[in-house]
């Protein structure tokens, strides 16, 4: 259980925001996964970094967690200043839309 812990302790300061600029590459190799604000980041993290496919599953499932739609990424591409919060599990880049009154 403490390794669990560690990694989530980890994960968590490993979060980061950035412009969809800047996660513009990671899109084009399928890599970056959309986050629902529902869900905490670190949580989502801590699920893919161990592999827990069933949780994962209902996320998708219930729409909190997938690839962003080509109408979230044609508005993204639309908002020059559109930020995210964002974590690296590789080979993925979670993110997470910043709500615009917090940009």
Do not use: Y
């Not at 986050?35 to 209902?58: N, Q, Y």
């Not at 109408?71 to 690296?88: P, R, S």
Request: charged share 25%; with cysteine.
């Amino acid at each position: 259980m403490t390794e669990h812990r560690e990694s989530r302790l980890e994960l968590a300061a490993k979060i980061d925001v950035t412009d969809w600029f800047s996660l513009r590459a990671h899109l084009e190799r399928g890599g970056v996964i959309l986050v629902d604000r529902m869900l905490d980041l670190t949580e989502v993290g801590v699920a893919v970094a161990g592999d827990e496919v069933k949780l994962l599953e209902r996320w998708i499932a219930g729409g909190l967690v997938g690839k962003p739609s080509a109408e979230q990424v044609a508005g993204w591409d639309a908002q020059t200043m559109k930020v995210f919060n964002c974590l690296i599990v590789s080979p993925f880049v979670l993110v997470q839309e910043v709500p615009e009154e917090k940009a």
